[in-house]
């Protein structure tokens, strides 16, 4: 308005030549970009010098920003093709067929001025659509508690897609420099988070590391950072990869000057399809001090093109920054100074879907906001966990991570974006063989694999079962085993296989096709044992302690043929056990609850005459894996615990005992000792007869490239 003024114009109707606008723009620019950088120096200081009698210093800086902002409207809003602006006098009505902008009244107009005000209302009325759907159900928020945050100052959290793994930025005791990225995990979304550990030197340096963000299939990492090598100015955005989860993160490599400028570009958010990236920067072009921009690629692994100014309905004349986005990416939250309940709220915006514009963004409210600052957020992959940084009362430091959960959810709680749909079970063998074929495609990886040393591994598609036994069921068989005398030890291993709970494994992984061989842990573990080779070298390898188990699978893993493609063995989790031998089953058995049928899939009392035999001699299961039941017990990683109550991904139970879970019953075994829910344990050190074991394998698919 002040533009035109000088012109003599009015300014309810004008045309305005493209190099006029150009030249307002940079005098907005210039001026704004001023005092956001006056601001950025001055926030982390005024407290310091105020507390220490700098009055003066507070009154100068507030002088010049006046004098400064002299001549800027600060209803100036974004030029774009989208429509009028949020409000203010005039708004800017970009007409892409003429080389001029339209300026027209924003009030009192009867009929949209351009078909993209018809787009924005429409964007306006999805937006609310998704929105209330998304804003229900969310407990208050609860602070993560004294495991995770400290005396100093915890923020920027990111969650992997299954909410298992946070990141977050902290400059606690222990750290490289002032900001730090670390890392907490927990076993379930019903879990606490466990103590963090330092991501190490590969990320941290000793520079200002900070706004992490994790990609879907937790293999790429984004951060902040402010390290030699980035471009003049400061903070930039900066990547880093993996090739296995288990691995750590190579060294980050520099976005390049497509995505950073010369100003500060920070706290970054990878889309979970992993071609859009949001990030908050106060270069040149913004609204306000920082704003909220976007860069997209065609391809996961492509590079990113120019970003993009999400606009006046996202940003506003303030700091607009920390964002987060939904794994659809209809939802955005993010944090803002614009005035709402305290000095900065949590925000959020949506739209009906990833080709439209986000529509008006809405404070998020008393639940989440406080008068105390509310800043950096994180969404878990369900849409049911929110993390954000706040130094509200009631916290441990300056700043603490704070959680709050939701049962209901209108997100896909299974599917990876560009993956095929889970197993979900229940399916049959036809359908089994389908899931894993779809993986494999995929993945680029084979359906089936044998490894340097000629080990077969089938692959197991991420999938949703119902794991253990029901009330109902545990009954039954405590009336049956009663019927028959059994042992009182089986009683209370029956007692231990409830609640029946579900379980989500949420990523693809390679199980061996049978169990370990006597002549496979010969050629791994250089073992002399004369039970170990001969002409029985293909029964499996019998009577072997957990703790050595666990070391085959290290020294496997550094055989030259397996560490040069990357590959890492372990022993399966109990839950990746049971859904490998249910393969999609809800029965007892994997082929049903006949036990009548039992002796052409198992090796087990009344057929294998008290001992051990061949592996693959009997019927596999719809998942190709043989020998899930009988022969010899099967030793898993978790330690042998009660189950947890309510719906896990992924599931492990890490605690430090003596006692290990054993899985599948053994050759000397009744039915019952048989089935797919049926629990054993074994003593760390201890000589467990009739045990043996057989190893998983994480997908690589560098290693098939």
Not at 277 to 282: G, K, P, T, V
Not at 391 to 417: A, F, I, K, Y
Not at 472 to 480: A, K, N, P, T, V
Request: proline residues 5%; negative net charge; glycine residues 10%.
């Amino acid at each position: 308005t002040s533009f035109l003024e000088n012109l003599g114009k009015p300014a309810a109707q004008v045309v305005v030549p493209l190099a006029a606008v150009a030249t307002m723009r940079s005098r907005v620019e210039q001026e704004t970009g001023i005092v956001a950088r006056i601001t950025a120096a001055m926030r982390g200081r005024l407290a310091k010098h105020t507390a220490a009698g700098g009055l003066g210093l507070l009154v100068t800086v507030v002088v010049a920003a006046s004098v400064l902002h002299r001549n800027i409207d600060h209803s100036v809003q974004d030029f774009s093709t989208s429509g009028s602006a949020g409000g203010g006098e005039a708004a800017a009505v970009a007409n892409p067929a003429a080389a001029s902008v339209r300026f027209t009244e924003a009030e009192g107009r009867a009929t949209p001025e351009s078909p993209g005000d018809t787009m924005r209302e429409g964007a306006e009325a999805s937006s609310a659509s998704v929105l209330e759907d998304w804003l229900s159900g969310w407990s208050d928020p609860v602070n993560l508690g004294p495991i995770v945050n400290t005396a100093g100052g915890e923020s920027a959290p990111a969650l992997s897609f299954d909410g298992l793994t946070l990141l977050f930025s902290s400059d606690r005791v222990g750290g490289q420099s002032g900001g730090d990225l670390w890392m907490s995990t927990r076993t379930s979304p019903a879990d606490a988070f466990g103590s963090p550990v330092k991501l190490g030197p590969t990320v941290n340096t000793l520079s200002d590391d900070h706004g992490p963000s994790l990609s879907a299939d937790g293999l790429t990492l984004l951060l902040s950072s402010d390290r030699p090598g980035g471009l003049v100015g400061g903070h930039d955005l900066w990547m880093a990869t993996r090739r296995l989860l288990s691995d750590s993160f190579d060294e980050p490599v520099h976005l390049g000057p497509t995505v950073n400028s010369s100003a500060n570009d920070s706290w970054p958010t990878l889309s979970a399809d992993g071609r859009t990236l949001l990030f908050s920067s106060d270069r040149r072009g913004g609204l306000g001090g920082y704003d909220l921009w976007m860069s997209t690629r065609a391809t996961s692994d492509g590079d990113f093109g120019d970003p993009v100014n999400l606009g006046f309905a996202v940003n506003s004349n303030d700091w607009d920054f920390f964002s987060a986005l939904s794994a659809d990416g209809r939802v955005l939250v993010f944090s803002s100074t614009r005035p709402g309940n305290g000095k900065s709220d949590l925000w959020i915006s949506g739209r009906s879907s990833c080709d439209e514009a986000f529509g008006t963004a809405i404070n998020l409210g008393g639940q989440f906001n406080t008068s105390a600052d509310e800043v950096s957020v994180a969404i878990s992959g369900d849409g049911r966990t929110l993390i954000f940084a706040s130094d509200r009362r009631g916290g441990l430091g300056s700043w603490d991570l704070w959680m709050c959960t939701r049962t209901n959810s209108v997100q896909n709680t299974t599917e990876l974006p560009g993956r095929p749909a889970p197993a979900v079970a229940p399916f049959d063998a036809t359908e089994a063989r389908k899931h894993r074929q779809a993986w494999a495609e995929s993945l680029a990886v084979p359906v089936e694999m044998t490894n340097s040393i000629g080990m077969k591994f089938v692959l197991i598609p991420p999938g949703e079962f119902e794991m253990g036994t029901s009330s109902q069921e545990i009954d039954q068989l405590l009336s049956e085993a009663r019927a028959e005398n059994a042992p009182e030890y089986y009683v209370d291993l029956v007692s231990l296989e409830g609640p029946k709970h579900r379980v989500r494994i949420t990523r693809p992984f390679y199980l061996g096709r049978c169990e370990v061989t006597r002549e496979q842990y010969a050629r791994v573990t250089s073992a002399t044992n004369p039970l170990l080779n001969g002409p029985a070298s293909n029964l499996p390898v019998e009577t072997i302690p957990w703790a050595d188990a666990v070391r085959f699978c290290e020294k496997l893993s550094k055989l030259s043929g397996e560490e040069s493609r990357g590959n890492k063995y372990r022993l399966p989790t109990e839950a990746e056990w049971e859904f490998a031998c249910r393969a999609g089953t809800i029965t007892r058995f994997s082929f049903g609850d006949e036990v009548s049928l039992l002796g052409q899939y198992a090796w087990w009392r009344e057929n294998a005459d008290e001992r051990a035999h061949g592996v693959g001699e009997k019927m596999p299961n719809a998942f190709g894996v043989h020998d899930m039941h009988g022969n010899l017990a099967e030793w898993c990683a978790d330690a042998y615990v009660e189950y947890r109550q309510g719906p896990q991904s992924d599931p492990v139970a890490s605690e430090d005992n003596s006692v290990r879970v054993l899985r599948g019953g053994a050759y000397g075994h009744s039915p019952r000792a048989m089935r797919c829910a049926s629990r054993a344990r074994g003593v760390l050190g201890g000589d467990n007869a009739v045990t043996g074991f057989r190893v998983a394998l994480e997908v690589n698919p560098i290693a098939f490239q």
